[in-house]
């Protein structure tokens, strides 16, 4: 897959980069967007995906957000710290914006979303307000942020339940930005602040919640292994939503499908991942 690297910059002054392939002809492009503590070109699942796209024809746009790595520093105007130890969800919208008006300023309108993890529920909240703009999207995994959900896993609910607290004590104390050592929903270094925005905020963020707002042609894929034995933001996440979906108008536009053997990160499942995406746009 040929291509050059590329970068665009927020209306807030993050400068994000990316990775661009155009065929001669293109019409469609597909942006690709990373999980948590990722970035445009580490994901191994995101690369083969972009080169199925553009071994079919498609442009592809590999891209950061602002959640990209772990933590890092902007390089752009705005001097500040980014990763996802410090992101917000709502936040990521602006990048997404960025990157669709780095398309569009080149003459592309014909653009289509995929997004692994967290990314793909980044991808979510712009399809929702964004419409018009996105030809059709796939959600590979997006995990669903719900309080209640987290507070009831059977094995991690009490761990969730401390960490939420002290997540709360410390932005009420005045500590929005201390990091925390955390262990549930993922092992990692987290600001108080990011925490409670990803994880303490209800059902702001859950996927079931939205579903019925998107108005373009999506596909859902899960993972079996996540599907059946995974905590409690994934466990049945597949059958609830296809629950909500399939009874409400929007049920036309909308692909539910659960990849056999596969977990968060398709390991042992790529091909069945990738057969499923290509019957799919095809």
């Not at 980069?17 to 690709?32: A, D, T, Y």
């Not at 080149?106 to 909240?125: M, N, T």
């Amino acid at each position: 897959m040929l291509g050059s690297l590329v970068q665009t910059t927020t209306s807030d002054g993050i400068q994000l980069h990316g990775f661009l392939s155009l065929p001669e002809r293109c019409e469609e492009v597909w942006i690709l967007v990373h999980g948590v503590n990722s970035n445009f070109y580490s994901s191994t699942l995101l690369f083969e995906l972009a080169n199925f796209f553009a071994s079919s024809g498609f442009g592809v746009l590999l891209v950061n957000t602002r959640g990209h790595d772990i933590l890092s520093f902007n390089s752009g105007p705005t001097p500040m710290r980014v990763g996802s130890q410090i992101e917000t969800i709502s936040s990521c919208q602006q990048d997404m914006d960025a990157w669709f008006r780095f398309l569009n300023t080149r003459g592309i309108h014909h653009v289509s979303l995929l997004g692994h993890s967290l990314g793909a529920l980044k991808c979510c909240l712009w399809v929702i307000e964004n419409s018009k703009r996105v030809k059709r999207w796939i959600a590979v995994s997006p995990p669903r942020l719900n309080t209640k959900l987290l507070l009831e896993d059977p094995e991690r609910g009490s761990v969730f339940h401390e960490h939420l607290r002290d997540a709360v004590e410390l932005c009420a104390a005045g500590n929005p930005d201390r990091v925390m050592k955390v262990r549930f929903p993922l092992p990692m270094w987290i600001c108080a602040a990011t925490y409670v925005d990803k994880y303490g905020s209800g059902d702001k963020y859950d996927y079931v919640a939205l579903a019925n707002s998107i108005q373009v042609p999506s596909l859902w894929t899960f993972g079996q292994l996540e599907v059946e034995k995974g905590s409690s933001n994934f466990k049945d996440a597949h059958r609830v939503l296809s629950e909500v979906l399939f009874t409400t108008e929007t049920s036309a536009r909308q692909n539910v499908r659960v990849i056999a053997n596969a977990d968060h990160s398709y390991g042992e499942a790529r091909r069945s991942l990738i057969q499923c995406v290509r019957e799919w746009v095809e």
